[in-house]
């Protein structure tokens, strides 16, 4: 665990180190080559430096905000497009935006509604009693130790997410930050949770680096009038295909085998049925025949259930990332608690002595 927090330490330092280059000297060259030429150093360290990690909860976020988030905000930097362009005059804040999985709202005075922070720690205690519940995992059923899995990587993204993005919102503020999730467990549609409630930051980033150029190369070869909406599918579609990619990037990481494509196939489905929903709601459906909400919710977390249970999670079970992860808990929980019972004798010793002085003097 040492060795492992000095390696997160030193890739933490590199990947700061790079950005003040990108800040004080890439910024300064014009878009386009010769900016792009400039950042490719910059590029393979942020795609090659987290697999020097070997952990669950620091290797895999930080190939994720590296390797995707950093990676894709850089690219569009290059061409001055992007989040980071223009830079921030702070170069606080250009790193936070570059590296961290936050964004910047357009209309600071637009105002968002804030969850509760009681949401935060009651997602928090409910990690904590699925920890704890594995300790029964021989007595549970199959299907509930599925579920268990599911509950735990959504809470444990989220979360780590929002720890990841916490060093920006005490500096910036929560009024300019927009959410990084929005209740994905309240989608009533396979739409409504990728594209405004699953992991905005990186819709946002898949928008701008796949969806946007595909759409707008589509269009230039196909036309306008109906091949326009052809356009937007393919780009849709393309979306879900990248997104897939970088997700057995991130797989990748946590497993270090060989990718199986199961999660590629994920994703490709999951475009292929939102591609689908999106045709039916305009040729088909009208508000006569909307389901209601409790339907839709249903309907939606189950397939997204189903699906996952087909497709994302297999790599995970076979490759023990679960009890990978359950160990890293209990491992941290020890330190935690030696550092606890270390600073307790500490304290006590040292009133013992107080004691002793005092008495002596009297």
Known sequence: MDDEIKSFIKVWSMAISSLCYCYFIVARMRKGVLRFLSLLPVLYLFLTIPFSLQSCYLGTPTAFLLTWLGNSKLLLFSIDKGPLSPPPNNLFQFICIACLPIKIKKDPFLSIVEKPRFLFVTKALLLAMILIAYDFKPNLHPYMLLGLYQCHFYLAIEIILTLAAS???????????????????????????????????????????????????????????????????????????????????????????????????????????????????RKVMTDRWRLHRAVSRTLTIGFLVGTSVWLFLPQLLRNGVFDKAIMEHSIVVQELSSIINRSFHLSSSYSLDKRKRLLSVL
Request: with cysteine.
């Open 167 to 281: 060093p920006a919102r005490l500096i910036l503020g929560h009024r300019v930050l927009e959410p990084q999730f929005n209740e994905p467990y309240l989608a009533t549609s396979l739409q409504d949770f990728w594209g405004r409630r699953w992991n905005l930051v990186t819709v946002s980033i898949l928008h701008s680096t796949v969806y946007k150029p595909v759409c707008h190369w589509s269009q230039h070869i196909i036309g306008s009038g109906w091949a326009a909406d052809l356009a937007r599918l393919l780009a849709v579609f393309m979306t879900f295909l990248v997104s897939g990619l970088m997700h057995e990037v991130l797989f990748y990481s946590l497993t270090r085998v060989p990718p199986t494509w199961e999660v590629t196939l994920f994703f490709i489905v999951q475009g292929i049925c939102v591609i689908i929903e999106v045709v039916f709601k």
